[in-house]
Every structure is written in C-alpha cells, then in structure tokens.
C-alpha cells in the first residue's frame, strides 16, 4: 500500500506497430503482452484495413482509444481516396479493398460520417523523444524528402505513404525513422519476419497480411519487442 504523501512518478511506455490489414486477432494477441496502460501511448503506423475483414472494426478502435494514434498508410489513402474524395475505387479493390468496402456498407449512415471524418484528419506523420532519441513515426517515406525527389504524377502525401524506405534511403538529420509498409523480410533473411534495425531506421511491418505473417510492436523505451501468435500456435505469446 502507498503512504499517503510521497509522490510516484508514474512511467510511460511508447509502443509503435504497423500494417495490421484486419487482423484484430493478432491485434488482442499484442494487446494481452503490452498490457497497454491510460499514461502509455500506442502510434499504429497505418494500413489497419485491407486484405482480411476486421479492419473498419479496429479502426473503430483505435478512434475510441485516447491514447492510440493511427497514421495514414497508403491503404487509408486509397479509402480516402474512394469514399470521401469521389475517386476511383479500382486500385483500392485490387489492393484488398473488397473486404473493407464490403464491411463499409454495412455501416449506418452516422457511422460512415464519423468514418470519413477520422479518415480526413489521419496524421501522415508523429515525433517521439525518448531516450534522448528523436523518432520520426511514418507508414513509410518521410514527407520532408519529397522536396528531393519531386513526382509530377504523385503529391507529397503519396510519396509519404507508397514510396519504399531503402536500406540506404537518406534522412532527416538527428532523427531516427520508425516505419511499416515494407515487410521486414526484404531487409533481412529471417523467418519468421522480425523487426529490422537499421542505420537511423526501424521497420517493423513483420507481414501481418499474410496468414504465414505476424504482427510485431516495438516499445521504444527498451526496445522491447512483440509478436503476435495465433490461437492455433497456442496460448504462449512471443516476446524478446
């Protein structure tokens, strides 16, 4: 019991993962291993929907969660893109969209509203200090090099979230980026997909899309590790 008095300083935790694509499953299995606190605070680095049904769910989600902040992944770009913009929804069906838009329609007209509103105002970016590391949170690209790499075909937005970060990709000084979109695997040969430390860059999309994938969560404070297991795998979750 506490002594009423003495003041305790209360810790908190930076937890970051990515590219979900529907798989609330995966999702609870992190959530059980972080034991996610009021005080901590989850970045979910974009593309939640997409390829597997469940993904309006979570979105729903993390939009009731105060310390949960999604980012804008190319998967929400291209639902943007279709629902609130008027544009074309072929490419977004192409990429997994159907399991998304069908789940979409069956929304009451209320619930849409609130849809494209928290679709409008998704952050393409987030900063994190700790440790005396300054994080740069993105689904991919960092919005700041698009000044570099001008395409008259793509904005700034775009190139944020579908552009490739390379293994040698220049970045912003005095920063260490932390991203998704590419799975880890094209950045080193380990199966089961693990997050990849780079120089200045962290990838963590560990191809939780994939039935053979998992989803992984890095807090940032000790570099802790998280993978999801599937029930089949047992009730025993991973962590390193």
Known sequence: MRDEGISYEVMRMIYVMSDIHGRIDRFESILRQIDLQEQDHLYVLGDVIDRNVGGVALMFRLLQ???????????????????????????????????????????????????????????????????????????????????????????????????RVEANTPLPEGTTLVFGHTPTVFYQDVDPMRVWHGDRRIGIDCGCSDPSGRLACLRLDDMKEFYSVDQTEGEADEVR
């Not at 159907?98 to 509203?113: G, R």
């Not at 440790?131 to 937005?157: F, V, W």
């Open 65 to 163: 969660m105060p310390n949960a902040t999604l980012l804008l992944g190319n998967h929400e770009w291209m639902m943007r893109d279709c629902i609130v913009d008027g544009g074309d929804a072929e490419a977004w069906i192409l990429n997994g969209g159907m399991e998304t838009l069908t789940e979409y329609f069956d929304l009451s007209a209320n619930q849409m509203l609130v849809l494209w509103d928290y679709l409008r105002q998704l952050p393409i970016e987030a900063r994190a200090r700790v440790n005396d590391i300054d994080y740069l949170l993105t689904h991919s690209m960092p919005i700041s090099l698009y000044s570099q790499k001008r395409d008259a075909n793509m904005t700034d937005t775009e190139f944020a979230v579908w552009s």
